[in-house]
């Protein structure tokens, strides 16, 4: 799920006094809230009743895979952007479908599920990845099945709290029911002691301003988490979740779908001119030359100001002039990545995904050099973190992909054993790799 990533929801939910350490455990009297440092207080959760509860049912699953339910559309949209900020930094994600599904036992029965990816970027940088399982009942109503939680520091796979699978012990949670009401109450995620959320909707039939244009059929909801905060959310026709949080604090908001944003005809020229801009950008922060990184800026902002007088998705017009504006103040090679990062997100309007995801390849293969140089082997774990995501959900699309996985995992080598000198040999391998890849 996405706007979840944005509050630690990890809790254990005491039972008479106890938590098991072994299987998710809950009470039916009192859901105890946890506070920031992880304990249990004596306050409990304001939970429903069970009588306001619209996911108290056993799900039947024919065609699971087939997610058309209009407000989480999850096999209908390939990829979706969002933008944002988080403790004031930018923050950005990619969701994309992946191919294959993944079958899931529950209550006996073996359910297929689709399969979602999340990456998520703090400041340019790999923060989160969560695979996620998601299906379709019979009815429309649309169920989680679970996630592989994989939370970063510094370039390296911290913890992976937040993983969960539906199982016997577990329920599999409604995330979206097929009809939504105001008052109906669920559960997108009900395994306390693991992950732990009750949704309200409050409004229906919403219209909003998206990537596009006005929305209609949108709505909004408020979730409580296990701290016992609560959370505004918006999910609409053609993206699913929509925006989590507020401009005020912190907020991730949908940029642009694909298909759903997906624009006829070929890009215009100020996009193949800003594409080119970007990279001078981008080339000219890796170097010592102010004056050629001054001149590059200078011509990013003329060909952005042509650009956006083509029309551009709102939530990511903003983030690129956030982004341009802070070239002359912040870290040039983070917000330079940042940008290039969005123009390649531009490229979704008129481009093919896959396409748009063999561009991403080649930007993390570039970034990694400029991180040896740095001497940071932080930043190129961070970025052959990147590039093992981005390769997930490309390969199936690209031939030849069997040198490409050779190279990443001398490169994956390298880089987990902190040899610079070994990563920049393997980098400049992975580019030939890449250069070479075609789509199918």
Known sequence: MVGRRLLTVLACVLVASACSDEKPVESAD????IDESGEATDACLPIAAESERV?????????????TNPLHPTSQVQQTIYGGHVDGKPFRTEVSLLPGTKPIVWQGKTVDTAVSQYVAYLDGRIHEVAIDWYAQADDGSVWYFGEDVFNYEDGKVADTKGTWVARDATPA?????????????YRPENAPGIAFEEVRVDKVDQHIDGPSGKISGAIEVNELHMDGTREGKVFAPGYGEFSTGSAGGDLEAASLA?????R??????????????????YEAAAGDDATRLQQAIANLNTVWDAVRAKGIPPQLESQMQVDIEALSSEDVR???????QNELDLRLLYEPIIDVDLARLKLWSRQVPIDVAADDAGLVLAD???LDRVWERTRHGVDPATPVDAMLHDLRKAADGEDLAAVDRATGALNAAVSALHTR
């Open 30 to 33: 009192c859901n105890k809230v």
């Open 55 to 67: 996911d108290l049912f056993t799900p039947t699953f024919g065609n699971p895979t087939s997610i």
């Open 173 to 185: 949670a409604m995330i979206m029911p097929a009809k939504p009401q105001v008052g109906n109450v």
């Open 258 to 262: 694909s298909p759903t944003d997906s």
């Open 264 to 281: 006829q005809g070929p890009a215009p020229a100020e996009f193949a001119m800003l594409s080119k801009a970007a990279d001078g950008v």
């Open 334 to 340: 983070s917000v330079a990545l940042r940008v290039a």
């Open 384 to 386: 052959v973190a990147a």
